[in-house]
Structure formats: C-alpha cells, structure tokens
C-alpha cells in the first residue's frame, strides 16, 4: 500500500479514518465500497507489534454471557465470509470453537463459563454440540475434561492474510493509508467539513474516524471543546506459549482435529496448529474479560497443561513471541466504545476492544462506515455510546 502527500485542502475526502489497525482498515474497506473517497493515517506501520494485527492468529467465536455479543458476533461471521466472497482470500480457519471444563479445576460445572454462555447460544437457537467425560475421552483423547461445549461455526482467523487482503483491496479502491503519519490539529472548517492536519499533508473530509486504539484520547483532544475522555487501560496475556507435540502425535492437536478451546473460568485459551500458518499448539493465560476468575488450581500456561493436556508435557515449549504481546484496550465499564462524538456530528470513535475485539473487525468497520457516511447504521449500537464517557 502506497503512501502519498495529503490531499490539497479544496480535494475534499467523504472519509478520513486516524488508526490504520484492523478496525480503521476494515471501515475504510466498507466505507471504500459505497464510492466513498476514503483516506487513512496511521502513526505508526499497518500490523504494527504494538497492534491486535500483529501475528498470526485470533479466535473468533459466539460464546458470551450478554446475548448482544452473541449476536454480533455472529453478524461478524457472517461479514468474515462475506469478506472472503468479495476478495477471493480464505481468511478463517474454521476449525470449531469449544469451552472446556474439568471437575477436579472447577466443580461446580452448572456455574462455568461453558455453561452459563451455552445457556446463551441456546436461547438465541444456535446449535451446539456437548460432550461429556467420556465423549470428550473418545473426541478428543490429548484433552483431560468433563465438559464440553462445541460451536461448530467458530474458528480462527488468520492475521497475515486479513492484513495483506485489507491493504490489496483498500489499493485497488484508490484509498491511500499513510503510515508513519502523525495528527497534529482538527478544526471545524464549515459546511460541514472537518481539517485534519497530519504530518503527511492537509485533509479535508466530511467525515471522521477515530479508531487508534491507546491513541484514542489524544486525537479526541486536538478536538476543540471536546469533552469526552476514554478511560482506557491497558492489559495483556500474563503468559503464552507455543507448544510442538512429538511428531507421532501431532495430527492430534491440527485444527483438522483439535478446535480453538478456552478455559475461560481459569483465564486459559488454545489455539490447533494450522498447516501453512502455525506450527505449533499456542496456549495462553490472561485475565479473563467477561467473567471474573475465581481462585484456581490453574495459575500458569504449565499449570493447564498438566492438569488437562499432560500429553504436551514432554513437548518442546517456548514462550511466545510474535504474537500476543501488543496491549489490549480495556475501558472501565468493559464495554465497546462505538459512535459519535458528543458534539460533533461528523466525528466518530471506535475503542476499547478489551482483548476480544478482533473477531468483531468487519461489524465494526461496517457500523462505522454506516454512521459517518450514510447518516447511521442499521445495528443498534446505543449500548456502546460514547455519550457515557463525557466528562462535564
């Protein structure tokens, strides 16, 4: 993807997006597709390490305990696959999400997250499929657990191609990304227009996007009489590592056999190894964002593998690197933050993914092309209002 001079103040954009992380490309990419004219800057380089696009893989999944991220979890999916119709590029891996539970770590089974989020998935009519001790022993012999609960539908998503896939097809758009480029000043301009001044050039643009990330209350304050302040903070996975079974038993842990897991009671989540993208079982430990973890006997990535996986102790271990490291966006309420500025109706907000955002990218891009260039989106996004954050 090109970078260029900013456009001459009289080219005015319909769109110019701050943040090129996976949020800011994929609503440049929806906005793209309606003829809007669309540009973005990014301080930094597109799949940053500091940034969720960094690595290799994510989860995407519809399991959660508010039926509201269900459904729009699963709009997200169904965008994912739409995405992959538009470019030709296989994006997910579609491997099947399941939570797992084990009575010895958590006994009151009725109480764990993959209960109480089937629960959810059940109300809403969507399928899945529950094995017990025994059916976990047949399906899934590497796997020490009393519980269960499998969507079929979920997966991984592949980061290298999404990235390579958004830059291709924002290219072919004509939207130019500018990396590398810092925002120094926005003004009002009259009639409706907004000027950026970046260190790549001056824009001016009907409508603006703000999706960068810890960068969010920066670019919210060069807005004159803006009053609204993220509370953002930031986390990350405690630990991660990438675990390589001997070769007699490999098959065993590739997403042909082994879907994405999570033991999100004790803060624990899996990833199969996928041929072509990673070779090796990655298992991490973190804080867990929709349900607050209790005193375990799992207190590290080693603590999960013997106690549930004992056929990876003798694997090769090594913690992880080249993924999983950026910081997480966390807002104080552990909501999004999802729409318009208080006070402006032609600037937009988009932040505080908390870790699980990623799988939201295409809905989220779609919500926020909608509202800056179409006059509003189809989703009721209310929820997420950055209204709730004013701070006078």
Same mark, same amino acid.
């Given at each position: 993807?090109?970078?260029?001079?900013?456009?001459?103040?009289?080219?005015?954009?319909?769109?110019?997006?701050?943040?090129?992380?996976?949020?800011?490309?994929?609503?440049?990419?929806?906005?793209?597709?309606?003829?809007?004219?669309?540009?973005?800057?990014?301080?930094?380089?597109?799949?940053?390490?500091?940034?969720?696009?960094?690595?290799?893989?994510?989860?995407?999944?519809?399991?959660?305990?508010?039926?509201?991220?269900?459904?729009?979890?699963?709009?997200?999916?169904?965008?994912?696959?739409?995405?992959?119709?538009?470019?030709?590029?296989?994006?997910?891996?579609?491997?099947?999400?399941?939570?797992?539970?084990?009575?010895?770590?958590?006994?009151?089974?009725?109480?764990?997250?993959?209960?109480?989020?089937?629960?959810?998935?059940?109300?809403?009519?969507?399928?899945?499929?529950?094995?017990?001790?025994?059916?976990?022993?047949?399906?899934?012999?590497?796997?020490?657990?009393?519980?269960?609960?499998?969507?079929?539908?979920?997966?991984?998503?592949?980061?290298?191609?999404?990235?390579?896939?958004?830059?291709?097809?924002?290219?072919?758009?004509?939207?130019?990304?500018?990396?590398?480029?810092?925002?120094?000043?926005?003004?009002?301009?009259?009639?409706?227009?907004?000027?950026?001044?970046?260190?790549?050039?001056?824009?001016?643009?009907?409508?603006?996007?703000?999706?960068?990330?810890?960068?969010?209350?920066?670019?919210?304050?060069?807005?004159?009489?803006?009053?609204?302040?993220?509370?953002?903070?930031?986390?990350?996975?405690?630990?991660?590592?990438?675990?390589?079974?001997?070769?007699?038993?490999?098959?065993?842990?590739?997403?042909?056999?082994?879907?994405?897991?999570?033991?999100?009671?004790?803060?624990?989540?899996?990833?199969?190894?996928?041929?072509?993208?990673?070779?090796?079982?990655?298992?991490?430990?973190?804080?867990?964002?929709?349900?607050?973890?209790?005193?375990?006997?799992?207190?590290?990535?080693?603590?999960?593998?013997?106690?549930?996986?004992?056929?990876?102790?003798?694997?090769?271990?090594?913690?992880?690197?080249? +993924?999983?490291?950026?910081?997480?966006?966390?807002?104080?309420?552990?909501?999004? +933050?999802?729409?318009?500025?208080?006070?402006?109706?032609?600037?937009?907000?988009?932040?505080?993914?908390?870790?699980?955002?990623?799988?939201?990218?295409?809905?989220?891009?779609?919500?926020?092309?909608?509202?800056?260039?179409?006059?509003?989106?189809?989703?009721?996004?209310?929820?997420?209002?950055?209204?709730?954050?004013?701070?006078?």
């Amino acid at each position: 993807m090109s970078n260029g001079a900013g456009r001459e103040p009289d080219d005015v954009l319909d769109l110019l997006v701050v943040g090129g992380g996976v949020m800011g490309l994929f609503t440049a990419y929806h906005a793209s597709r309606t003829q809007a004219r669309v540009a973005v800057v990014e301080l930094g380089e597109i799949g940053d390490p500091l940034t969720a696009s960094f690595g290799r893989t994510r989860s995407y999944r519809r399991d959660y305990l508010e039926a509201g991220y269900t459904r729009f979890a699963d709009e997200a999916i169904r965008l994912w696959t739409e995405f992959e119709t538009a470019t030709g590029a296989d994006v997910l891996v579609r491997c099947g999400c399941m939570n797992i539970a084990n009575t010895k770590i958590t006994p009151d089974l009725d109480n764990t997250y993959a209960t109480l989020s089937t629960d959810v998935l059940k109300r809403l009519g969507i399928p899945v499929t529950s094995y017990d001790t025994e059916g976990i022993a047949a399906t899934y012999p590497f796997l020490q657990a009393d519980l269960g609960d499998l969507d079929p539908v979920g997966g991984l998503v592949d980061l290298r191609t999404v990235t390579a896939t958004l830059t291709k097809a924002l290219d072919e758009a004509g939207v130019v990304v500018h990396q590398k480029t810092s925002t120094t000043a926005i003004e009002q301009a009259g009639d409706g227009l907004v000027t950026v001044t970046t260190s790549s050039g001056v824009f001016v643009t009907r409508s603006l996007v703000i999706t960068a990330g810890h960068g969010t209350n920066g670019v919210l304050n060069l807005l004159p009489g803006n009053q609204l302040q993220v509370p953002i903070t930031k986390d990350r996975p405690s630990e991660a590592r990438y675990y390589t079974p001997p070769a007699e038993t490999r098959h065993l842990y590739t997403s042909e056999n082994m879907p994405v897991m999570a033991y999100l009671d004790t803060g624990i989540y899996l990833h199969p190894i996928v041929e072509g993208v990673i070779d090796a079982v990655k298992i991490g430990f973190y804080n867990p964002p929709d349900m607050p973890r209790g005193t375990t006997s799992i207190n590290s990535v080693g603590d999960f593998v013997e106690q549930c996986m004992p056929g990876l102790l003798e694997a090769e271990s090594v913690p992880v690197t080249d +993924v999983d490291q950026c910081d997480y966006d966390l807002v104080a309420d552990d909501h999004f +933050v999802l729409g318009d500025v208080p006070g402006f109706s032609n600037v937009f907000v988009g932040v505080g993914w908390r870790g699980t955002g990623y799988k939201y990218a295409p809905w989220v891009g779609r919500v926020l092309a909608e509202l800056s260039c179409q006059e509003g989106t189809v989703y009721d996004v209310a929820r997420f209002t950055p209204s709730r954050f004013v701070t006078a």
